[in-house]
């Protein structure tokens, strides 16, 4: 069981870029077959997957936020971030981080709250 915690900015702007980053801890993000998402929860809406990175480095985008989401990674720190551009304050979300193997999402962060607000 790995361990996931997100980190990134208590407050966003409208029209800025959201950027968040996953530390796991207890696995590699390198190894097989594992993916690493990012899954995002409106206020009193239900959970939204976001896109995702593989094991060996290949992105995936939800269809509705791939023109404003990119996925990377950093091996060396066994990190994977995300950057959301142009947000709005329908972007205000709780922001997850999670591994999965086929869409089965075993190991979540504890989320963080990304309220976006002039």
């Known amino acids: 069981q790995v361990q996931l915690q997100e980190s990134g900015p208590g407050l966003v702007k409208p029209s800025q870029m959201l950027s968040l980053t996953c530390t796991v801890s207890?696995?590699?993000?390198?190894?097989?077959?594992?993916?690493w998402s990012w899954i995002r929860q409106p206020p009193g809406k239900g959970l939204e997957w976001m896109g995702a990175?593989?094991?060996?480095?290949?992105?995936y985008y939800s269809p509705s936020l791939r023109s404003r989401t990119s996925i990377s990674r950093d091996t060396t720190k066994n990190q994977f971030s995300l950057q959301l551009s142009s947000v709005t304050p329908e972007d205000t979300s709780l922001y997850y981080c999670?591994?999965?193997?086929?869409?089965?999402?075993?190991?979540w962060g504890a989320g963080t709250k990304v309220p976006v607000s002039s």
């Open positions: 990175i593989g094991y060996g480095g290949i992105t």
């Open positions: 999670a591994q999965d193997v086929h869409w089965r999402f075993d190991d």
């Open positions: 207890g696995g590699s993000i390198t190894t097989s077959p594992y993916t």
